[in-house]
C-alpha cells in the first residue's frame, strides 16, 4: 500500500515498513527546539523528570529570539535560565544575540534541519522546516522537556490533504498569497490534525523561500505539519548547508489522501487576510480603503532574502507615507548582513524604515513595534488574532512583502502596482 | 478525584491562545502570574470572576494558534476544573494532557451549555451532565496511551515512570 511523505518519514524513524494514519507511535527525533518562552519552563519541566544529562547536546537548539534582545528584566532572566542550562550541558546550537536569528529562518539556514528529519520544536511554526520536505511540527515546553530527556516524541500519524496548485501565477504573487488563499478556502481548521502536502506545476516552479512562507503557516489551517516533496530547488538550497546527511521522501502514487483540492493559482490575486483570523482572506481589489499606523515586514514567515528584495523593489526611490511605521526585521543576522551588502538596507533607511536586528518582537506583541489602542497595522507576519500585536483594541491585517511595502508607501493597503505599476493588470 | 461539579463560562469558535492568555505576559512561565491575565483579551472580567472549579466551554478549535503551554497553565492556576468543547487545536490539546488540565471533547455538550449553567463531569466515563437543562452527555473517549498520560498526572510523570523513576503511573 502506498504512502504519503508524511508516513514515510514517520515509519522510517518509527522502523516500520508501513504505517497508517491514526496509529500512535513513539519515534526518535532528528533535533528538538526551544525559544525564549518555551524553553525556561521546559527546563523547569526537565529538572523534575530527574535525569542527569539531556539525551544528546548536539540534537537540542535553544534561540532566544521571541523577547530578544531582552526586552525588559524578566526577559533577561527568562534568556538567563536558557543560557545557564546550555551551559550546564554544553547544548551545541545555543545561539547569543548577535549570532541568533529567528529559530525559523535560522536552523534551515545554517542547515540544522535537513530533508527526512522528524523535527518537533516549542514554537508552533516548527512546521516551517516541511518545506524542504522534513517531517517539523510544534509541541509544546513539557513535550520539549520530555524530549529533551529521551530523544523520542510520541505522534498520532496524521491523515494527509493534498493540495495541488497549477496554472501561472500572476504577477506579485507569492507563496504568502497561495497560502493565505488556501487557509481561505478551508478555514483555520480545515486541516486540523492533518499534514498539508503542497504539490503542483506552480508548486515546483515555486522559490524555496516562498516554500517556506507555505510550509510556515500550515499551522494556521490547524494543521500537524505542512509539507513539500524535496526537488532541484529543495537540493539547491541544502547542499552546501547540511550538517548532516539528509534523504528525499516522495509520496507514493498510490498514497491515500483525505481529500484532495484542486487551486488554480491563475485566479489568486495578492491577498490580504482581514482581522482578526487569517481566513479572512480576500484579493487585493476586494480591500476597500483601509489606512494604516504601522507596516511590520519580516517575522519567521516572510523575514527571508525574496521577502527583503522584492520589498526593496518597491520602495527604491520612494518614501513611507507620512504618519506610517515601516519596521524591517531581516530574520537572521546572515539575511541581514546579505540585505546590507546588497543595497536593501540603505533602501529602507532612505525610505525612512526602521531596521532592525533579527527579533520575533512585534509579530507578537512583544517589542519593537507594539500597537496603541485603536491602531492598525498590515504585517507579513502569520496571525492577526484579537491583541497579537499590542492592544485589545488594534487590528492586525495580513499580507505579503510586496503588499505590505506598496502599502507603506501609500499609507492605505494597496497592491504594488498602485505603486509601482510595472507588469500589473490592475 | 474524577466528579467535577462546576459553573460554565462558554466561549465561541476559534478561542486562541493569544485571547487565552496575551504574549505581553509570556516573560514569565510562572502560573500565579499568569492567572490573573487567563482569558484577558477573550473576557476581561473572567480572571477575576472565575471561581475555583468553574469550567471553560468553548466551541470549535479551542486553543488554536501557538505552541504555548502558558495557556493550559494559565486555564489550571485561575482554578478552573475542566475545558470542554466541540473540537480542540492539537497543540492546546496535548499540552493539556501533557501538564494534566483536564479537556473533554464533547459537541453537544458545548453547543448546549449556557453561561451560569452547573454542569458536573466525570472524567474517567467522560460523562457530562447539565443540571441546568438536566442533560447528560457522553465525550470522546481518549485512547488508552493517553489515559495512561492521564493516570500519571500528566506527560513528566508518565516519562519519570517509563525510566524507571517512579512504581506506579498512578502513584
Known amino acids: 500500500m502506498g504512502m504519503t511523505i508524511t508516513e514515510k518519514i514517520l515509519a522510517a524513524h518509527a522502523g516500520k515498513e508501513q504505517l497508517t494514519p491514526g496509529e500512535l507511535i513513539s519515534i526518535p527525533v532528528d533535533l528538538v527546539l526551544g525559544n525564549d518562552v518555551t524553553a525556561p519552563l521546559a527546563i523547569q519541566e526537565f529538572e523534575r523528570i530527574g535525569v542527569p544529562t539531556v539525551f544528546d547536546p548536539e540534537k537540542i537548539a535553544l534561540v532566544p529570539d521571541h523577547f530578544t534582545p531582552n526586552k525588559d528584566i524578566k526577559s533577561a532572566e527568562q534568556v538567563k535560565v536558557m543560557r545557564e542550562f546550555a551551559k550546564k550541558h554544553k547544548i551545541t546550537h545555543y545561539f547569543e544575540i548577535g549570532r541568533m536569528g529567528i529559530e525559523h529562518c535560522l536552523l534551515p539556514e545554517l542547515g540544522l534541519v535537513v530533508p527526512g528529519d522528524v523535527v518537533i520544536g516549542a514554537d508552533s511554526h516548527t512546521c516551517t522546516y516541511g518545506a524542504v520536505g522534513a517531517f517539523a511540527t510544534g509541541v509544546g515546553s513539557t513535550d520539549l522537556a520530555a524530549a529533551m530527556a529521551t530523544g523520542e516524541a510520541w505522534f498520532r500519524v496524521p491523515e494527509t490533504i493534498r493540495f495541488v496548485y497549477y496554472g501561472k501565477m500572476r504577477p506579485w504573487v507569492t507563496g504568502k498569497d497561495l497560502i493565505l488563499y488556501t487557509i481561505g478556502l478551508i478555514g483555520v481548521e480545515g486541516a486540523r490534525y492533518a499534514a498539508m502536502e503542497f504539490t503542483g506545476e506552480a508548486i515546483s516552479d515555486l522559490s524555496q523561500d516562498s516554500r517556506f512562507t507555505m510550509a510556515n503557516m500550515a499551522i494556521e489551517a490547524g494543521a500537524k505539519n505542512g509539507i513539500f516533496i524535496p526537488d532541484a530547488i529543495t537540493k539547491e538550497y541544502v547542499q552546501g548547508r547540511a550538517q548532516r546527511s539528509y534523504q528525499f521522501y516522495d509520496s507514493d502514487p498510490d498514497a491515500t489522501y483525505k481529500e484532495v483540492i484542486e487551486i488554480d493559482v491563475s485566479q489568486i490575486e495578492p491577498q490580504v487576510a482581514f482581522p482578526h483570523l487569517p481566513e479572512n482572506s480576500r484579493g487585493i481589489s476586494q480591500v476597500g480603503d483601509i489606512p494604516i499606523d504601522q507596516v511590520v515586514i519580516g517575522s519567521c514567515t516572510n523575514g527571508r532574502m525574496e521577502d527583503l528584495r522584492v520589498a526593496a523593489d518597491i520602495l527604491t526611490g520612494r518614501q513611507v507615507a507620512p504618519g506610517v511605521r515601516l519596521v524591517i526585521l531581516p530574520g537572521t543576522q546572515g539575511l541581514y548582513k546579505q540585505a546590507i551588502s546588497e543595497g536593501l538596507v540603505e533602501i529602507f533607511i532612505d525610505a525612512g524604515a526602521a531596521v532592525s536586528t533579527p527579533t520575533c518582537g512585534p509579530c507578537l506583541g512583544g517589542h519593537m513595534g507594539v500597537l496603541a489602542k485603536g491602531e492598525r497595522a498590515l504585517a507579513t507576519t502569520n496571525r492577526n488574532f484579537v491583541g497579537r500585536m499590542g492592544h485589545p483594541e488594534s487590528e492586525v491585517y495580513l499580507s505579503s512583502p510586496a503588499v505590505a511595502a506598496a502599502s507603506a508607501v501609500m499609507g492605505r493597503i494597496v497592491g504594488p502596482c498602485q505603486v509601482v505599476g510595472k507588469g500589473c493588470q490592475g | ?171
Open chain 2, 1 to 171: 478525584m474524577t466528579q467535577l461539579k462546576g459553573k460554565v463560562w462558554v466561549f465561541g469558535d476559534d478561542i486562541d491562545t493569544d485571547a487565552i492568555i496575551p504574549a505581553r505576559y509570556l516573560n514569565t512561565s510562572d502560573p500565579s502570574e499568569l492567572a490573573p491575565h487567563c482569558m484577558e483579551d477573550a473576557d476581561p472580567k473572567f480572571a477575576h470572576q472565575v471561581a475555583p472549579g468553574d469550567i471553560i466551554i468553548g466551541g470549535k478549535n479551542f486553543g488554536c494558534g501557538s505552541s504555548r503551554e502558558h495557556a493550559p497553565l494559565a486555564i489550571k492556576a485561575v482554578g478552573v476544573a475542566c475545558v470542554i468543547a466541540e473540537s480542540f487545536a492539537r497543540i492546546f490539546y496535548r499540552n493539556s494532557i501533557n501538564i494534566g488540565l483536564p479537556i473533554l471533547e464533547c459537541g453537544a455538550a458545548a453547543q448546549r451549555a449556557r453561561s451560569g449553567d452547573v454542569l458536573t463531569v466525570d472524567l474517567a466515563k467522560g460523562i457530562v451532565t447539565n443540571l441546568a437543562l438536566h442533560e447528560t452527555y457522553q465525550a470522546a473517549v481518549f485512547p488508552p496511551f493517553m489515559q495512561e498520560i492521564i493516570g500519571a498526572g500528566g506527560l513528566i510523570g508518565y516519562v519519570r515512570y517509563t525510566l524507571g523513576k517512579e512504581k506506579s503511573p498512578d502513584g
